[in-house]
């Protein structure tokens, strides 16, 4: 029997199966013969144990489309990641981080701009000026006034996407909106999970729909990028290539150099100034680093 595996803690692996049913299972035998780990949305080859306990053996791990390392988890389509226009205001510098990472790891992502109740339509131009000029695209939401939801349901349905922010944005209250049978679901895993007692939060996949899953991020306020070349992080903002052939260096990093097109391009405001101030940021932050 094929499944998915939803959540992985303490050697455990929870497996929903295509009937629905989600069993707990070991993984004897992968490790040893395989040395694979299996992760959190890994579609999975199963061999039940124990019909009523559900209780299974995970035989075989099906080949995986990717596997993100932050956060850890398989076979990954899409990120959305989630703001708030205002309260609380959205950290832009956080944003860019966090679309380097996911730069990095080569997963599109998506952004959205909660609780535009709360603010006028100039914010919403200016939020959206910054990333769709970056190629992003920008979705607006108000869950309190179910605005834009549609938009958000058509993004994810049938894909796995990964659900990013900062507390506070609106997650819970758009995961419920999308899928109200999600909050149920959570209950049934934790309720097994709970035996084990352990209190950490781990990375969990919730099966929202036909094909269409969701993960949760935890820790996205303490997000770092490392392990980096700073003269590589120009390669993950994707709007800075169209402009680099005018760079009068091979392997201009546009931020000394005289001759920039990248530069040139930000003051003629084709390259928002926003997103090239945290560039510039983010770059002297990686060179500090590599002095230790
Ligand atoms: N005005 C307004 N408030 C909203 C909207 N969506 C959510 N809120 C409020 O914002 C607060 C936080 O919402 P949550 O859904 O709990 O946010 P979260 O991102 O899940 O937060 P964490 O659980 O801390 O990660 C709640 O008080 C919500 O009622 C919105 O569209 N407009
Ligand atoms: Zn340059």
Excluded: W
Aim: aromatic share 8%; glycine share 8%.
């Amino acid at each position: 029997m094929t499944g998915k595996i939803l959540k992985g803690i303490a050697g455990f692996y929870y497996v929903q199966a295509a009937d629905g049913k989600l069993y707990e299972c070991r993984a004897k035998g992968i490790f040893r013969n395989k040395n694979v780990k299996p992760l959190v949305g890994d579609d999975v080859d199963i061999s039940v144990l124990d019909e009523t306990e559900l209780k299974g053996n995970i035989d075989k791990i099906l080949p995986r489309k990717n596997a993100l390392i932050r956060p850890s988890v398989a076979n990954v389509d899409q990120a959305l990641v989630l703001f708030s226009v205002t309260q609380p205001e959205p950290n832009l510098n956080l944003l860019d981080r966090f679309l380097v990472m996911m730069e990095v790891q080569e997963v599109p992502v998506n952004i959205c701009f909660n609780k535009i109740d709360l603010t006028g339509d100039e914010r919403q131009m200016e939020l959206a000026a910054i990333y769709e000029k970056a190629g992003y695209p920008v979705y607006f939401t108000s869950t309190c006034e179910k605005q834009g939801i549609r938009e958000i349901k058509d993004l994810v349905q049938g894909k796995t996407t990964v659900l990013a922010g900062p507390s506070g944005v609106g997650k819970s209250t758009l995961t419920n909106l999308l899928y109200p049978k999600a909050e149920m679901e959570t209950g049934t895993i934790s309720e097994k999970i709970q035996r084990g007692k352990h209190t950490t939060r781990h990375s969990e996949l919730f099966g929202i729909g036909r094909d269409t899953y969701m993960m949760d991020t935890p820790g996205f306020s303490s997000m770092y990028i490392e392990d980096m070349e700073c003269g590589c992080l120009k390669d993950y903002f994707p709007e800075f290539e169209a402009y680099e052939e005018n760079c009068k260096f091979l392997g201009c990093v546009h931020i000394g150099e005289k001759v920039c097109g990248v530069k040139d391009a930000v003051s003629e405001g084709k390259i928002s100034q926003n997103r090239y101030d945290n560039y510039r940021l983010l770059y002297q932050e990686l060179k500090e680093k590599r002095r230790y």
